[in-house]
């Protein structure tokens, strides 16, 4: 069945320094992939999505490589700010055979960005 | 943000009673969706809905049923609540099965 696994958390940084989280998955055939935020108290937001090989998606300065060959789909941010501190979900859509497009999701990563 | 609404948004119930949790939508999507969300085990699916009394199981669907009566809402019922349905419960809804997945706020049901 599919799969998606995240780096352990949680994840402490300073502002201003790099991010980066791990994901990887298994699937059969060509999910679509995408990393979900989550707020304090808040529902999950999509934060950027990517639906083929090779494609980048980006949004917020936070960008992700669907990467067939290594199976991964790692999320980025150059220069992180404190409000960027949240829960962090990979999760991968397959919307082949009778999937429905059900999202698989890994098990989220907390980040915290001090000042 | 999509017009998706859950209620109640908390709820504190005793184990053995019927709960049912409401999910609504102003977008017109087809599909809809109940997640919850447990510490270690980021999202796992109910049951989902694809059409107006169109429903099936998720992965972890025992203890839960659905019903899907109108295109703009989902319930989910709890008919016999236990302890271990102590969680936090998702709504998401989807133009169609290839589209991105847009969630709901919550609702934290609490079991004692």
């Known amino acids: 069945g599919n799969s998606v696994t995240q780096m352990e958390g949680p994840v402490t940084l300073s502002e201003e320094a790099f991010l980066t989280i791990n994901c990887t998955y298994t699937a059969t055939g060509y999910p679509s992939l995408f990393w979900y935020v989550q707020y304090p108290g808040e529902g999950l937001q999509l934060l950027l999505k990517a639906t083929k090989a090779d494609d980048k998606g980006s949004n917020k300065g936070f960008e992700a490589t669907y990467r067939k060959e290594t199976t991964s789909f790692h999320l980025e941010k150059g220069s992180v700010q404190v409000s960027d501190s949240a829960v962090y979900f990979c999760a991968l859509s397959y919307s082949g055979g009778t999937s429905y497009g059900k999202l698989t999701f890994g098990q989220g990563t907390i980040l915290t960005v001090h000042p | 943000d999509a017009g998706i609404t859950q209620s109640p948004r908390h709820k504190v119930t005793e184990t053995g009673t019927p709960v049912t949790l409401r999910c609504h939508q102003t977008?017109?999507?087809?599909?809809m969706y109940w997640y919850r969300q447990d510490p270690g085990h980021g999202l796992r699916l109910i049951h989902y809905s694809y059409g107006v009394k169109d429903t099936d199981k998720g992965e972890v669907s025992d203890g839960y049923s659905v019903s899907r009566s109108k295109t703009e809402d989902f319930l989910l019922t709890l008919e016999s609540a236990t302890s271990s349905q102590t969680s936090v419960y998702f709504c998401a809804i989807s133009r169609d099965r290839e589209y991105e997945q847009y969630f709901g706020p919550g609702t934290r049901l609490t079991v004692t």
């Open positions: 977008e017109n999507h087809r599909y």
